[in-house]
């Protein structure tokens, strides 16, 4: 019995791809990828309410966050996500979601993949669902190639066109990972994904060493062979296509990062930092022409 009226806070975290390899183009459209993906401590946070049957949303918004980029509240993946729910487990109550939206739109951030994995894993808990993680991630891949990695959490391994997902250590000794310090920026342009996909050409793939070393790096938090193994087969089109973050990514060298990468498709970029000192640093040497913002990475499992 689902009671209209009950709450639920989620925060729902954005992510980056530490690697990103494009591994070819498949016969559905899709590209088959390759990608190691961590969330960060920059999140939305996610209010839901039980109501008796509509869905419905409403927002704010923190500084970065562009509201006129945002499309029809209706067609938001947050709301396709609570009907999604709605229907396939055949729920007669409703949902009010209000997101505070932190995580920039259209930054290959994912955060719009975020906000619905967020009503995914918080429905299931309002509406006392308690699906396994992998049905609700599969639910998720209907939505989005980024959601099931946001469903599942912790520092993951994406393959397929992004919905083959699994703990990056899955089956290992635990790992004692204390996480990086990395600085997110983005420039204010958007690089819309399926443009950045069909510029990539192939040839410019990775070897089986990219995801070794990166997730070795990992392992033993060390942030220097982690700038060393950073990898995303979009980033020379984007940079090409799209000057202003080619721009963005030389400033945050410039202000001393270990190593600079493009987040999923773009337009954000970010730089890995030693520590959280070293982070402020580059905060403060970027100044306030763009947005940016100090983040760590969230624990690996
Ligand atoms: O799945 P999602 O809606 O996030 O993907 C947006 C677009 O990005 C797709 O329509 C497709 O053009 C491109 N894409 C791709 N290969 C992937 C993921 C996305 O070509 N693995």
Known sequence: MVRAGSVITIEAPAKINLTLEVLGKRPDGYHALRSIVMPVTLTDTLFLTTTYSQVAMTLTVGPGVDLSKI?????????????LMQSRYRINAGAR??????????GGLGGGS????????????????????????????ELGSDVPALVHGGAVLMEGRGELVRGLFEGEAPVACEGFWLVIANPGVMCPTPD???KWR????????????????????????????????????????????????????????????????????????RDEAHGQEISRKLGSGFWHVLVRTCPVV
Request: a positive charge; one cysteine or more; proline letters at 3%.
């Open 114 to 141: 975020a906000d619905a994995a967020g009503v995914i894993r918080g429905l299931d808990r309002l509406w006392g669902l308690d699906r396994p993680c992998g049905e609700l991630m599969a639910l998720g891949a």
């Open 71 to 83: 499309g029809a509240m209706d067609r938001n993946l947050a709301v396709r996500a609570a009907r």
């Open 196 to 198: 950045v996909f069909k």
């Open 202 to 273: 192939a040839g410019l793939t990775a070897g089986p060493l990219i995801l070794h070393n990166m997730a070795s790096s990992i392992r033993t938090s060390d942030v220097s062979a982690a700038a060393d193994a950073l990898y995303n087969g979009l980033q020379g089109g984007v940079f090409e296509s799209y000057p202003s973050v080619a721009q963005t990514a030389a400033q945050l060298q410039q202000a001393g990062c270990l190593g600079v990468l493009l987040s999923g498709s773009g337009a954000s970029v970010f730089g890995l930092a």
């Open 97 to 106: 979601i209000h997101i505070h939206k932190r995580i920039p739109i259209g």
